[in-house]
């Protein structure tokens, strides 16, 4: 049968791009959608705004919420200090077949853990499963109209500290209103829109960051 878009794409990285150099990955799956068939990685241009996140943040432990082909993946886990870990959550097999292999060509598996499955599912195994108390970063790129429950589920597990970010792409386009409402709203959070582009495109898009300041917050009368 055909081969998939993502299978396409791992193709190319394996004939272009360097084992072990996560950078001439993401370069290479940055080219095949901008010349060969768009995919939708978060791209190099609201990527270099992950990165600035990711380094400010510098993390201990990191959730991504949609793998896709690993693109994300790569750009998060390879700013990770030592002993840094990066959870990842891919619910389709496929998909998650494709990532692992990008993630493996880049070197970079010993910084993340992919798991299979619905992040629904997952996220209330966190602890018990995986040993993770509580996210320093949250990077949400699955189902746009998941954000919103999946970040309240997080909430409400507590595992958001004071001082998690949440870090949401395609906040315009595709757009994920009500997680919008959510956080610019809520008195729980200090959110940020860093305005940028649909991924190897101009429309508009962009990611919003929100600072979790605390579950006390918002909950004083
Ligand atoms: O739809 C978009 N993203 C949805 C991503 C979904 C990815 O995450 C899981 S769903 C899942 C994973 C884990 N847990 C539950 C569900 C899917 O298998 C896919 O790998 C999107 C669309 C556009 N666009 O322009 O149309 C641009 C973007 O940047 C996008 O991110
Ligand atoms: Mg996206």
Redesign the pocket.
């Known amino acids: 049968t055909r081969s998939s878009r993502p299978q396409r794409m791992l193709a190319h990285v394996k004939r272009h791009a360097a084992r072990g150099d996560p950078q001439s990955v993401i370069d290479a799956i940055d080219y095949f959608c901008r010349h060969k068939e768009w995919a939708?990685n978060?791209g190099d241009e609201k990527g270099t705004i992950l990165d600035s996140v990711v380094c400010e943040v510098s993390p201990g432990a990191v959730l991504e919420?949609?793998?896709?082909c690993g693109y994300s993946t790569m750009r998060i886990a390879r700013l990770l200090a030592p002993g840094a870990r990066l959870i990842t959550?891919?619910?389709?097999p496929a998909?998650a077949a494709v990532a692992r292999q990008v993630i493996a060509w880049a070197g970079l598996e010993h910084k993340v853990q992919l798991v299979e499955g619905?992040?629904g599912d997952l996220i209330p195994q966190m602890r018990e499963k995986f040993g993770i108390d509580s996210f320093d970063l949250v990077f949400l790129?699955?189902?746009?109209d998941?954000y919103l429950p999946d970040t309240r589920l997080m909430e409400e597990l507590g595992l958001l500290h004071k001082g998690s970010v949440l870090l949401a792409?395609?906040v315009i386009?595709?757009g994920a209103p009500e997680y919008l409402a959510y956080v610019r709203s809520s008195p729980r959070y200090d959110s940020r829109y860093f305005k940028s582009h649909?991924?190897y495109t101009y429309v508009e898009d962009g990611l919003e960051k929100s600072v979790f300041p605390g579950a006390s917050a918002g909950s004083r009368p």
């Open positions: 939708m978060v919420l949609g793998t896709y959550l891919e619910f389709n998909n619905s992040s790129d699955h189902w746009k998941w792409d395609n386009c595709p649909l991924e």
